[in-house]
Antibody, heavy 118, light 108 residues
């Protein structure tokens, strides 16, 4: 059974760096074709893809946020970490991590609400 | 960058067929996926590779994709199907993930 869970970050102030950890079970990120992605959703708004890391350490980033994002994996710990620099109140959203099988996000975490406020 | 366009809202009567469209340049050349999201819940994959249903998804959910438009069809719509629906595809030139803006399905 595949499960993913996002960490609950401490409150984030504007200009600070956000670090989110996705801890997963039921699959290995060293298996060919597998990936883990991050997707966010501002309150009342649409899903927005942020970043993706593959089993072979290939990485993809949203073009509009690429300069602020870094995604890494720790296969031994079954974790994927996303960092986002220079946080702003407009980055307030629920952040999800999800398992990617081929081209689809077939399992999602419960999401974690990140509020950016001074 | 690649964009996917969905109608903001669709309404349907119980028992009728709901169709939600997703438009993008040459979308039919790529696989499209669909996600259902109910209030306060995480998205759930309901259609992948244009037409396939994951295990546990009712048969009333179906999909198609041709030309510039992918369509999610819900036959015999039930009240429990009321949710936001998002299409997703890939920008073939960059291999970036793209989501549509979402469609709120209301079952009247």
């Amino acid at each position: 059974q595949i499960t993913l869970k996002e960490s609950s970050p401490t409150p984030v102030k504007p200009t600070q760096t956000l670090t989110l950890t996705c801890t997963f079970s039921g699959f290995s990120l060293s298996t060919s074709g597998v990936g883990v992605g991050w997707i966010r959703q501002p309150p009342g708004k649409a899903l927005e893809w942020l970043a993706l890391i593959y089993w072979d350490d290939d990485k993809r980033y949203s073009p509009s946020l690429k300069s602020r994002l870094t995604i890494t994996k720790d296969t031994s710990k079954n974790q994927v970490v996303l960092t986002m620099t220079n946080m702003d109140p407009v980055d307030t959203a629920t952040y999800y991590c999800a398992h990617l099988e081929y081209r689809d996000f077939d399992y999602w975490g419960q999401g974690t609400l990140v509020t950016v406020s001074s | 960058s690649y964009e996917l366009t969905q109608p903001p809202s669709v309404s349907v009567s119980p028992g009728q067929t709901a169709s939600i469209t997703c438009s993008g340049d040459k979308l039919g050349d790529e696989y499209a996926s669909w996600y259902q999201q109910k209030p306060g819940q995480s998205p759930v994959l309901v259609i992948y590779q244009d037409t396939k249903r994951p295990s546990g998804i009712p048969e009333r959910f179906s999909g198609s994709n041709s030309g510039n438009t992918a369509t999610l069809t819900i036959s015999g719509t039930q009240a429990m199907d009321e949710a936001d629906y998002y299409c997703q595809a890939w920008d073939s030139s960059t291999e970036d993930v793209v989501f549509g803006g979402g469609t709120k399905l209301t079952v009247l």
